[in-house]
């Protein structure tokens, strides 16, 4: 298997031209036939692993089983042809860096790795059939990895659905993330950018206290008159407080309220409302929405009595509701690491092992996960969160967790290597 | 899920299927290697197998063990501070240092792609004359003399290491490194940047 370099792979992922799948390609070609449900499609290696979802969990799954043993057939479905990495995408916001550089193909999955994929959404999983529903046909298999991320709660909060655009998340990197740096580009001088974060557990912990770093020196720097509101439901900035707050000290047009849940946003008054009947205007608005597993895990009652998240198995990280069906990244709950990129990566290569050693009639080996959260709270400072993990009795518990002792650009340094490598680690 | 394309799905799935890559060797995969599963999660930061493309990571790959070792037990001992390498240290020795050890060592040694400037090299090699009583004429290091091979690293991450050693940040108090770092402390930065160069571009 020919080797792509890393500097190869970043050179021929960002900004270069998408091959059209040969799949994509069938589908316009392929003359229409009757409405018939095929028999169960039989994978042609006579074991397939399928992997839904291609983001930092399924990816790396997918590449890892590939990896690990390649006379298993691996077909990974994601809607999206592109990857856009959501770490790195709050640079986006403050004009340090472009969409495009967070941007990847698919194609050494495929060509590198000889992972198969259909960018398309999967509907239903049937655990008993041990069956993946795409459109009216079926794809069976021996083992299931589900990795569909987050998805929004739009519900949760007045207005916001029947706002569409008009009020964007931007939180799964992507049109979102340029649309709001538009925004913000083009908000008067003096205006006021309101964004909110919604109650723990999210997408990335940090994430949000990140982005009002980002927007605050993006406001010093080019409209000194501007405001940035923090509105967070919830009590504390949950993530890295004290480095926050420290890193904040340079921010005074960045006003941050705690215990302030957004419950409704109305686009025409430009004006979100807090539980507490605070009435808040905006230039700008940037609503982060109460957030669950991907609607596939919803779909497919994978989710716990909460009807948000999927607890798993802490070494094979299969479903502790179906069988031979594993759930990885943001969607799961119950093991002590956070909604991470770092952590779905980790996850990724564990539950690919442990498909591997199960489908072979073997123990899987009980391997723990790692977290790296890097924050860019300047155009070029940083500062980290690392969590080191075992396995006791067949539970992930944490060693230790520590902080960077602040912010420097020599942990930029190290969070663009991590970048780096954790990309190709995905994805070449 | 685009409406009107479901009539025609399963046949994209079939033609999908039909059309596949030809099969792949059914030859054992990496997974029986000793010490590959304890050590894939470092993959995250130091590349494919150790083998670390980005410029502030060491590579690790060809590594001598006991270097390898030594650095897992300075970093989880706290004598070489690093809050993102102490905890993994602590991590990797829950798994079993000298498999992880024994993993990357056994890696074929790719130098660093970082670019390095002639000049800067031909600086460096001038300036190494010191660096070489422990480090060897080759760089190669010393396991006697508790030296590493730095042939090939990434010039971001010597660089850096050579700031932490003059700021007393790298293994600070350890009294058998006092003259090395007295040493460093008389170089400039710019110096030290040369001789990041000059090793970085040996073994390439």
């Known amino acids: 298997m020919a080797r792509m370099s890393r500097r190869d792979f970043l050179k021929a992922s960002s900004g270069a031209a998408v091959a059209v799948s040969g799949l994509a390609g069938c589908a316009r070609t392929a003359a229409p036939t009757a409405m018939t449900t095929p028999a169960d499609l039989a994978p042609t290696s006579g074991r397939r692993v399928i992997v839904i979802g291609g983001g930092w969990g ?17 077909i990974l479905i994601e809607p999206n042809t ?51 529903r795409l459109g009216r046909g079926f794809l069976t298999y021996d083992r299931l990895i589900v ?119 109305d686009p025409a008054a430009r004006e979100v409302t807090t539980e507490f009947g605070d009435k808040v205007r905006y230039d700008v608005v940037n609503v982060i929405p109460p957030q669950r597993a991907g609607a596939i895990a919803v779909a497919a009652d994978l989710v716990g009595v909460d009807k948000r998240w999927c607890e798993v198995d802490h070494v094979t990280y299969e479903s502790v509701k179906a069988k031979n069906v594993h759930v990885i ?76 002792p602040g912010q420097s650009t020599l942990y930029a340094q190290h969070a663009m290597a991590w970048a780096a490598s954790i990309w190709a680690d995905i994805l070449a | 899920m685009r409406r009107g394309a479901g009539a025609i799905r399963p046949l994209v799935i079939a033609a999908a299927l039909a059309t596949a890559l030809a099969a792949a060797p059914a030859t054992a995969g990496p997974v029986d290697t000793p010490g590959f599963t304890s050590a894939f999660s ?13 410029d502030a990571v060491p590579i ?12 897992i037990d300075d970093y989880a001992a706290g004598r070489r501070p690093s809050p993102e390498m102490e905890p993994f ?21 790719e130098a660093s792609q970082s670019k390095v400037d002639r000049t800067a090299i031909a600086n460096g090699r001038t300036a190494s004359a010191t660096c070489a009583a422990c480090h060897g004429e080759d760089g190669r290091g ?26 007393e940040k790298r293994s600070p108090g350890d009294a058998t490194l006092t003259s090395i770092k007295v040493f460093m402390k008389s170089i400039d930065d710019k110096t030290l940047a040369d001789l990041a160069a000059y090793y970085s571009s040996l073994g390439r």
């Open chain 1, 58 to 74: 399924g990816a790396t799954a997918a590449k890892y089983v590939r990896m690990e043993d390649p006379s298993l057939e691996v």
């Open chain 1, 82 to 132: 592109k990857f856009v990495s959501c770490p790195f995408s709050n640079l986006v916001l403050s004009g340090v860096r472009s969409i495009g550089s967070l941007t990847f193909g698919y194609n050494a999955l495929r060509e590198q790795h000889g992972v198969r994929i259909i960018h398309d959404t999967a509907t239903a999983i049937e655990p008993d059939a041990r069956r993946v």
């Open chain 1, 147 to 265: 990795a569909p991320g987050v998805d929004f709660q739009t519900e949760q909060i007045e207005g916001l659905a029947a706002a569409g655009d008009s009020v964007l998340h931007a939180w799964k990197a992507g049109p979102q993330t340029v649309a709001l740096a538009q925004q913000l580009k083009e908000m008067p001088d003096g205006g006021v950018f309101v964004m909110s974060i919604p109650p723990a557990a999210y997408r990335c912990p940090p994430g949000p206290y990140e982005r009002a770093c980002q927007v605050a020196w993006y406001l010093k720097t080019r409209k000194p008159r501007a405001k940035l509101l923090v509105l967070d439901a919830n009590q504390n900035v949950i993530s890295k407080p004290a480095l926050f707050r420290a890193a904040w000290q340079a921010y005074p047009n960045l006003e941050y309220r705690a215990s302030s849940k957004v419950v409704k946003v």
């Open chain 1, 329 to 404: 990244g943001d969607s799961t709950i119950g093991i002590p690491v956070p909604k991470s990129g770092t952590v779905a990566n980790s996850m990724g290569k564990i539950a690919a092992t442990a498909v591997v050693h199960l489908i072979n009639g073997r123990a899987a080996p009980q391997m723990p996960p790692i977290n790296t959260c890097y924050s860019w709270v300047s155009d070029s400072e940083v500062m980290a969160v690392v969590n080191a993990y075992r396995i006791d009795n067949g539970k992930v518990v944490q060693i230790e967790q520590k902080l960077t």
């Open chain 2, 42 to 54: 470092c993959s995250a930061c130091h590349g494919r197998a150790g083998a670390s493309r980005a």
């Open chain 2, 60 to 71: 690790l790959a060809g590594m001598p063990a006991w270097y390898l070792k030594k650095a």
């Open chain 2, 89 to 109: 240290s602590k991590m990797v020795k829950t798994l079993g240092a000298d498999e992880v050890a024994g993993y990357f060592a056994a890696q074929p040694r």
């Open chain 2, 142 to 167: 010393n396991q006697a003399k508790g030296t590493p091979d730095l042939t090939g690293q990434p010039p971001g991450y010597l660089l850096n290491q050579m700031k932490l050693f003059k700021a």
